[in-house]
């Protein structure tokens, strides 16, 4: 237990689930931390750190350009702001916009997520289409306008069932010169994403610093086309704008910039074979413990690492009761389960090498528990 969260009486977590924002989404590295440190020591204007971090962020994505955002929620934002208005100042300042403004944002039915009132929050109106069915060219087609500010595909597995592919997507939307905006806030690794959509054509592509990439948790970023970046850096926060309480702090942006530094250089070989060694340590431990557990993979949402699957075959109660039992025992462990809540799974993404053998020994006693259910 850390001393500064233990005198405030807040229990520390081991993250056996994913990078969850109710838990800190990751930990940061010593690298990142102390550029926060520097960072913090220093005046300098913001306007210039924005553009200068925003240019190297963009050499290491091997992209045209890029912009910081006080995480990926807030990006949807400032992508749609950015979108609605393109790289006009005044439009910018002007808020609600005039009717008759672009104020439509195009998406799947399917694709309708928690995160999208940070689309709507701009005051975008969505233009749903298409169902988990199926949806077509021609309703796409159908949906573009001249009020259409942008389309936003989300490249998540449990989003994608009934959608376009995105390559159709952008290539319909290029052909009427409308922007496509992809959420891959989460989809790392592998690290080539960074630069895998818009080399696809996409125009911006959205990522969270407090992920995978181990950045501050209120940090995230869009990289694309300058032409639409530019529109995006009138949103940045350091300017008035809707998107002013969305701030981001000269210590985010030196933290942010740390961490992509810092993962586009890992081994990532060394990493995926990290992983599978703390995949098999928890299988194998968890099976002579007598459990039923198996490797799996990808990641949760669809990322190229593997996970744990604890078979529990038992109604969907008892994984939640489980679960509970193991966040509120000590240590504290927060597991994730599988959509039919018929497994428990276990994520190697931010355990540390210590906490397998902790997970094991709390599995171990809760063996007898559910046994004699
Ligand atoms: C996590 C996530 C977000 C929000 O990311 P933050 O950086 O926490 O704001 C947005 N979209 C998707 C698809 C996500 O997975």
Known sequence: MSSFYGKLGVTTVIN????????GGSLMPVEVTDAMA???????SLEQLHLKAGE???RLTRNEAAVITSGAAAALSVATAACMTGADTEKAREWPLHNGAKNEVVMHRCQRNGFDIAIRQTGATLVEIGDTAG?????????????TACIIYFDTPQYTQGALALEEVIRISGRKGIPVVVDAAAQLPPVSNLWRYTEMGADLVI????????GPQSSGFIVGKEHYVAACRLYTGARNSIARPMKVGKEEIAGLVAAIERY??????????????LVDRLRTGLNEAGWNAERAYPGPTGQDYPLVHVKLNRPAAVAEQLSRQLLEGTPSILVALSPDKRSLVLNPLHLQEDEVEQILSRMRALYG?????
């Open 16 to 23: 056996a689930a994913d990078s969850y924002t109710m838990i």
């Open 38 to 44: 520097e960072a913090g020591r220093h005046f300098v």
């Open 56 to 58: 190297q962020i963009a």
């Open 135 to 147: 949806t077509t060219a021609a309703q796409l087609e159908a949906a573009l306008g001249d009020r």
């Open 207 to 214: 990522f969270s610093g407090g992920k995978t990439l181990r």
């Open 264 to 277: 586009v250089n890992l081994d990532h070989e060394a990493m995926n074979e990290h992983y599978e060694r």
């Open 369 to 373: 528990w559910i046994s004699q259910l």
